[in-house]
Antibody, heavy 122, light 110 residues
Framework: EVQLVESGGGLVQPGGSLRLSCAAS????????MHWVRQAPGKGLVWVSR????????SYADSVKGRFTISRDNAKNTLYLQMNSLRAEDTAVYYC???????????????WGQGTLVTVSS | EIVMTQSPATLSVSPGERATLSCRAS??????LAWYQQKPGQAPRLLIY???TRATGIPARFSGSGSGTEFTLTISSLQSEDFAVYYC????????????FGQGTKLEIK
């Protein structure tokens, strides 16, 4: 059974940093592109970032470019999101999500984690 | 940049009836369109991709249609568990300059 379990969310002050993790199991993690998608309270879904299967290629939404860094450790079956210079508007539930196909990015998502809440407030 | 617009924002339908949800793209996305269902406190679930292909385990009462700029998600006979928020997502242009998801349609019990 495919499972994605996020952790690392919490309350952080504006300008602070946080690192999210997503532990994957039940599939060959190293074969899949992975994504982060966020959802502000009561709002819709917003794509944040993606990474290719071996971690050599990344892309970001303009709203987080230069502040967030996506990475992965295939030996640990774990996806990360390092978030720096956090702002109030980054407050959201952050989901990790798997791309549908192995080896290539189709950029839609067949499995999602349960999400981890990040709150940026003083 | 492609903007995805869903309508209506809220749809009230009785159980057993048909629900039709719309999604419009500001420019053609070919058939590169997915639909997701999200219930309160849960992660989204993939329903449809390629505009009309049901994802694994999705009941046949869910169907998708359309191409180019106009898309429809139809739920043929609403069950109690179908009342949720539905999002469309284009994946034709990547990375997206703007939000790749529509703003959502809330399907509520009439």
């Amino acid at each position: 059974e495919v499972q994605l379990v996020e952790s690392g969310g919490g309350l952080v002050q504006p300008g602070g940093s946080l690192r999210l993790s997503c532990a994957a199991s039940g599939f060959t993690f190293s074969s899949y592109w992975m994504h982060w998608v966020r959802q502000a309270p009561g709002k819709g879904l917003v794509w944040v970032s993606r990474i290719n299967s071996d971690g050599s290629s990344t892309s970001y939404a303009d709203s987080v470019k230069g502040r967030f860094t996506i990475s992965r450790d295939n030996a640990k079956n774990t996806l990360y999101l390092q978030m720096n210079s956090l702002r109030a508007e980054d407050t959201a539930v952050y989901y990790c999500a798997r791309d549908l196909e192995r080896w290539q990015p189709l950029n839609f998502f067949d499995y999602w984690g349960q999400g981890t809440l990040v709150t940026v407030s003083s | 940049e492609i903007v995805m617009t869903q309508s209506p924002a809220t749809l009230s339908v009785s159980p057993g009836e048909r629900a039709t949800l719309s999604c419009r793209a500001s420019q053609s996305v070919s058939s590169n369109l997915a639909w997701y269902q999200q219930k309160p406190g849960q992660a989204p679930r993939l329903l449809i991709y390629g505009a009309s292909t049901r994802a694994t385990g999705i009941p046949a009462r869910f169907s998708g249609s359309g191409s180019g700029t106009e898309f429809t998600l139809t739920i043929s006979s609403l069950q109690s568990e179908d009342f949720a928020v539905y999002y469309c997502q284009q994946y034709n242009n990547w990375p997206p300059a703007a939000d790749t998801f529509g703003q959502g349609t809330k399907l509520e019990i009439k």
